[in-house]
């Protein structure tokens, strides 16, 4: 397994890098910590601009180094500067031709702290990529553990593109707990002067009641080709999707898992509405599965 940790030339925060370590002490693999130089297209013969590129790469190396050098020395890490056109492309590329299992990048920097905020480059990737985008919130610290929980989103399309299974499997490899969230937001004023607050609460209560039982009757499909399957199930509600998210208790070591809208192209990761508010709070590492065969790295 390959995992791939992006870096554009000018921000270069540690915070993929740490997300890549955990996720590569729950499987073993190789991490290669790339560095994408965007160079114009189509290429020219400019003996300047050759320089200045190749410059730019010479202190990329240098800080790769520097960020290698903080990770335990256990940990099999790979260093590369690639050119491309951008960053996306650039990642995209050596996806392929490393046949990676995951890329993992870190937030916007204009995003809060300990959040997970899509930038104009991240939010790119993951409605291009044809394999898991691990995201890490801004300014991630890591911990010297590894990925011990995965929780899934479900709601929506989740079921039916497979999330659920996909998931399962993934948790065994990895011998990490299993997971599985369900997020409603319910404004406060949405039903005043038409019901009272204890109706509202019934109404919210039958829907967990629904939630759970859909998400049982998924677990009970993949039990036969998981022997070990065991999840905790839990419902997130509150005014705003912050509140939501909020309402479900976080610790380190645990890891979103959102799936692809079921409307998204086939074989690439696509945001669905939903997903994209759930990412927009997450207080934890958030890994995006396309929808095509939503299998476990």
Not at 211 to 234: M, N, P, W
């Amino acid at each position: 397994m390959t995992i791939i940790a992006g870096f554009s030339a000018s921000r270069q925060g540690t915070a993929p890098l740490h997300l890549a370590a955990q996720l590569a002490r729950c499987t073993g693999a190789r991490i290669v910590a790339a560095v994408i130089v965007e160079r114009p297209w189509p290429p020219r013969s400019d003996p300047v601009e050759d320089e200045y590129l190749n410059y730019i790469g010479l202190q990329a190396k240098k800080s790769l180094q520097h960020m290698a050098d903080q990770l335990p020395a256990d940990l099999d890490v790979w260093q590369i500067v690639h050119q491309a056109t951008s960053i996306p492309e650039g990642l995209t590329e050596l996806a392929a031709e490393m046949s990676a299992d995951v890329v993992v990048v870190g937030s916007s920097s204009s995003g809060l702290l300990g959040r997970v905020a899509l930038g104009s480059v991240t939010d790119r990737l993951v409605h291009t990529a044809a394999i898991p985008v691990a995201i890490a919130p801004r300014g991630y610290p890591g911990h010297p553990g590894r990925i011990d929980r995965l929780t899934v989103a479900y709601g929506g399309q989740a079921d039916a593109v497979g999330l659920v299974a996909a998931s399962a499997e993934l948790a065994q490899r990895w011998s990490t707990r299993l997971r599985i969230a369900s997020f409603t937001v319910r404004p406060v004023t949405m039903f005043s002067g038409a019901i009272e607050p204890t109706a509202e609460d019934l109404v919210v209560k039958q829907w967990a009641r629904r939630t759970h039982e859909g998400i049982v009757a998924q677990l009970e499909k993949v039990r036969s080709d998981i022997d070990t399957l065991d999840a905790e199930v839990v419902i997130g509600a509150g005014p705003t999707w912050r509140d939501a998210v909020d309402a479900v208790e976080w610790g380190v070591g645990d890891i979103l898992v959102l799936g692809s809208g079921a409307a998204g192209p086939a074989a690439q990761v696509f945001l669905g509405s939903a997903a994209a508010r759930i990412l927009r709070h997450a207080p934890v590492p958030t890994m995006i599965v396309p929808r095509r065969e939503m299998k476990a790295t």
